[in-house]
Structure formats: C-alpha cells, structure tokens
C-alpha cells in the first residue's frame, strides 16, 4: 500500500535535508503513532516495518515508547484502588 500526503514545498526540501531517507522516517513515525494508538500490535508494527522484534523495539525506545510503563488510565485505576484500600 501507498500513502501520500502534500507538503509546502519549503517544509519538503528541509525535511529531505534533515533525514537520510525521509520517506522511511514518515512511514515509520505513521507506523509507531498507531501502534501507540492500539491500531497496530506489537508483531504487525514489525511486519510493516520489516523488523524482527527486537528491531523493532529499538525502534520504539527511539520514539520514547516503554511498554512497560502503566498507561494514565491504569494508572488512575490503581490510584482509585489504593484510595479503596486507605479507607477500609
């Protein structure tokens, strides 16, 4: 599949210079986005990426992305959790 999308001419020519490949870095920042939206799991990133998984979780700590870190709702399920267990 192809995807495109237009940029002012200006912006182009200064991503271009800024990344090696600045198609695969779009495609990648895409791909990573929706992962941390839940759109994509863990194993379908790397097949789009053409990763092997531990690539593939290089890739994501270069976008900041932790999975083990508790999401904010998790971690307010906990702290509602633990207010339960103060008050009892």
């Keep these: 599949m192809?995807?495109?999308?237009?940029l002012p001419a200006d912006v182009e020519q200064i991503l271009r210079r800024q990344f090696q490949n600045f198609d695969q870095a779009a495609k990648e920042a895409a791909l990573v986005e929706l992962y941390k939206q839940?759109?994509?799991t863990h194993?379908?990133?790397s097949q789009a990426?053409?990763?092997t998984r531990f690539e593939t979780?290089?890739?994501l700590k270069q976008h900041n992305v932790v999975e083990d870190l508790p999401s904010p709702d998790e971690l307010e399920d906990d702290?509602?959790?633990?207010?339960?267990l103060a008050d009892k």
């Design 57 to 59: 979780d290089g890739v």
């Design 79 to 84: 702290l509602q959790r633990l207010r339960q």
């Design 49 to 51: 990426l053409g990763l």
């Design 38 to 40: 839940n759109k994509l």
């Design 43 to 45: 194993y379908q990133l």
């Design 2 to 6: 192809s995807v495109a999308f237009d």
